[in-house]
Nanobody
Framework: EVQLVESGGGLVQPGGSLRLSCAAS????????MNWVRQAPGKGLEWVSG???????GYADSVKGRFTISRDNAKNTLYLQMNNLKPEDTAVYYC??????WGQGTQVTVSS
């Protein structure tokens, strides 16, 4: 059974940092691309970042230069380092496989 469990969200002031983690199980993590997707209050889903099995990465323009995606295949874990957070980054953040599985999400709130 595929399972994705996010953690690391919370309340942070503008300009602050958070690191999200996504623990994966039930599939061969190292061989699949992974993504972070977010949903802000009252808005639709927004792709944030992705990483392929070879470590190649991509970012939405809204987070480029502030967020860094990475993976530890030995730990079956996906990460999202978020720096210089802005109020508009407030959202529920989900990790997702590229074959249709999502975690339960972790809330990130950026507010003073």
């Amino acid at each position: 059974e595929v399972q994705l469990v996010e953690s690391g969200g919370g309340l942070v002031q503008p300009g602050g940092s958070l690191r999200l983690s996504c623990a994966a199980s039930g599939f061969t993590f190292s061989t699949y691309a992974m993504n972070w997707v977010r949903q802000a209050p009252g808005k639709g889903l927004e792709w944030v970042s992705g990483i392929n099995s070879g470590g190649g990465t991509g970012y939405a323009d809204s987070v480029k230069g502030r967020f860094t995606i990475s993976r530890d295949n030995a730990k079956n874990t996906l990460y999202l380092q978020m720096n210089n957070l802005k109020p508009e980054d407030t959202a529920v953040y989900y990790c997702a496989t590229n074959f249709g599985y999502w975690g339960q999400g972790t809330q990130v709130t950026v507010s003073s």
